[in-house]
């Protein structure tokens, strides 16, 4: 199953997720430059427990890159796949957790979700000489807090069967859930150093995520949070939008409601609707025209129910206008 996209708004710019994109493909680069030195550089900057817990091995390396070591091996990767696939669950789920706790808290609650997670992993994998690196653990934090603050949002989900496409709206909820009981059958069932993949810690980002959730919103947003989030406000509502239309029993045509702001009620704008259409979803692409009024209707010919006689009513999208 591969996210496209969920369902749940932002009205922020998520410029600390997206720098954290960008470091980790920067770093990611870096790595590659190392050469024949990789192995080395992936040692020193990578998470291993037995630096640790075993004594000749602690001996190499000072307090400093002990310490630096559980920040440095969220950002390092093992392979373009690697880092790709973190990379989009970061991209899909890290806007809306930063636009609820506001861009500083959330730059603290990743870092603090890493950590955890590194701990969590060495706690199960004392005596370990293999590198833990990645930032699954930490973007486990930030899909811990995504389903307890979006726990009725619907993830747009990819599912290949075979050569054929099957997209299908999946609540986050279940995405999520699912998705930490694979972790944990994968560490009971497994070892985590012998596999290569670090389950524990994935579990352990997930747990803590929803653990500081909870503790970040006892704390109240600072002052220099505030004027941030002034300048990222977006002006754009999200382009992808899930609609599930209704109509009544007698009638053909389908009514559903698409928002958009105040900017795009403005200057117009094009979005792309996603519509559950029998076992599937059509996306669609819809135009507003400039000047529209909240309450106008928009008419996509053909994309309402099948009638007896073979014809299809229309779609109707109500245009909302939010910010």
Same mark, same amino acid.
């Given at each position: ?14 410029v600390v ?7 980790n493909v ?134 290949p069967i ?70 990222? @406000? !977006?002006? +754009?509502?999200?382009? =992808? ?5 209704? $109509?009544?029993? *007698? %009638? ?43 309450? @106008? !209707?928009? +008419?996509?010919?053909? =994309? ?5 006689? $073979?014809?299809? *009513? %229309? ?9």
């Open positions: 199953m591969i996210p496209i996209r969920d369902t749940a708004p932002s009205s922020t710019y998520p997720n997206l720098s954290l994109i960008g470091l920067l770093t990611f680069l870096f790595q590659l430059s190392q050469g024949p030195d990789l192995d080395r550089f992936v040692y020193i900057y990578g998470l291993v427990p037995a630096r640790y817990s075993v004594p000749h091995v602690m001996q190499y390396f000072s307090t400093g890159q002990q310490v630096f070591s559980f920040i440095s091996f969220m950002f390092l990767h093992g392979g373009f796949l690697h880092l790709l696939g973190n990379m989009w669950f970061l991209y899909i789920f890290g806007d809306n957790v930063e636009d609820r706790l506001g861009h500083l808290r959330y730059l603290l609650f990743y870092l603090l979700c890493g950590i955890l997670s590194g701990v969590s992993h060495l706690m199960l994998n004392l005596n370990s000489n293999v590198p833990t690196i990645g930032a699954s653990g930490a973007i486990a934090g930030v899909m811990g807090a995504y389903i307890i603050l979006h726990p009725h949002a619907r993830i747009l989900t990819l599912i075979v050569f054929i496409p099957w997209f299908v709206e999946i609540p986050a909820f279940f995405f999520l859930g699912l998705w930490f009981l694979l972790q944990f059958l994968s560490a009971t069932g497994s070892h985590g150093a012998v596999s290569g993949i670090a389950w524990w810690a994935h579990i352990g980002g997930f747990v803590f995520g929803i653990l500081l959730l909870k503790l970040f919103g006892m704390v109240p947003r600072i002052g220099a949070d505030e004027k941030v989030r002034s300048v990222t @406000s !977006k002006r +754009r509502t999200e382009h =992808l939008q899930s609609i599930r239309p209704r $109509g009544g029993a *007698g %009638d053909a045509d389908m009514y559903g409601t698409l928002v958009i702001s105040p900017y795009e009620a403005l200057t117009g704008t094009r979005k792309l609707v996603n519509v559950p259409w029998g076992f599937h979803n059509r996306l669609i692409r819809v135009l507003v025209p400039p000047g529209v009024k909240r309450g @106008s !209707k928009l +008419r996509l010919q053909g =994309l309402g129910k099948q009638t007896r006689e $073979g014809s299809r *009513g %229309d779609l109707y999208l109500q245009v909302e206008i939010r910010g």
